[in-house]
């Protein structure tokens, strides 16, 4: 099993950024893809971006560019940069783990980001 705990949302104006971060407790970080969603008031779930255990990333193409995935295995450590954010992004967002073997998927608590002037 893991833990998994995001932390760095928060309050942001339009084309501002902020950086979230996702601490997995795990013995094996390395085994898991990682991956960040988000969930809008009223709204589905959807996938962020993910990042592969060797490290090829995806993500959502209405992101156009604006967000990074990037993930630290020595420190159990998954990242999201976001770049130029718009209103449309605010919503919970939640770090995921999927091992590799079993497909067991771990859900963080989540973390809100609100982009407002």
């Known amino acids: 099993q893991v833990q998994l705990v995001e932390s760095g949302g928060g309050l942001v104006q339009p084309g501002g950024s902020l950086r979230l971060s996702c601490t997995a407790s795990t013995r094996i970080f390395s085994i898991y893809n990682m991956a960040w969603y988000r969930q809008a008031p009223g709204k589905q779930r959807e996938l962020v971006a993910a990042i592969t255990r060797s490290g090829t990333t995806n993500y959502a193409a209405s992101l156009q560019g604006r967000f990074t995935i990037s993930r630290d295995n020595a420190k159990n450590m998954v990242y999201l940069q976001m770049n130029s954010l718009k209103p449309e992004d605010t919503a919970v967002y939640y770090c995921?783990?999927?091992?590799?073997?079993?497909?067991?998927?771990?859900w963080g608590q989540g973390t809100q980001v609100t982009v407002s002037s």
């Open positions: 995921n783990a999927e091992h590799v073997f079993t497909r067991s998927e771990y």
